[in-house]
């Protein structure tokens, strides 16, 4: 089962993702091959058939911080700076080998202007902000064992696509805070079902 980001429910999605199976250019990615990279011109939008994408931002040092994920049936794209046609600041790298579909922007925008669903490009946009929000907020607000709770209840499929290292960069803890969160929280579980 995909994980299912909130923008993917909004009225136009499913003809949109028609509009890339009619009109998308076939490709099969390799393993850690990068579909975005930071600061390159790119001018594409993908939608997954199979395999899925990590998001990578980077330190002012050059270290490597994953900041999200696409899976199957999603789009992998940097979409703020996507629409507005700037240079990407972060890279998208498949996690596996993956078959996406690709449009070019001018195509994509044809089909928010012709899809007749009013507003439909800036409602994504709407979206993905207040889910950018809502994660930032997160990040400042929640501790990490919150943040890892909520990331399981809203997509639990993630622990069987990615390593637990991944989703400890997602989070933003050591891999040994995750280990020792998760062998709190399964203590917490065995205690109440007793």
Known sequence: MPILKKYMELEGIVGMRQFFEREGILKECTKNEFFIQQGQHHSHIAFILKGGFRYLGYSSEGKEQIVGYSFENDFVVDYATFQIQEPPIIDAQ?????????????????????????????????????DLVTRLLSMYCDSPEERYTKLIARSPEILSLVSLKEIASLIKVTPETLSRIRRKLKSLDLNQEF
Request: hydrophobic residues 35%; proline residues 5%.
């Open 94 to 130: 498949s996690i596996k080998k993956s078959t996406i579909l690709i449009l070019p922007c001018d195509k994509l925008n044809t089909y928010f202007k012709n899809c007749g669903i009013p507003d439909l490009r800036s409602k994504v946009a709407e979206t993905l902000l207040n």
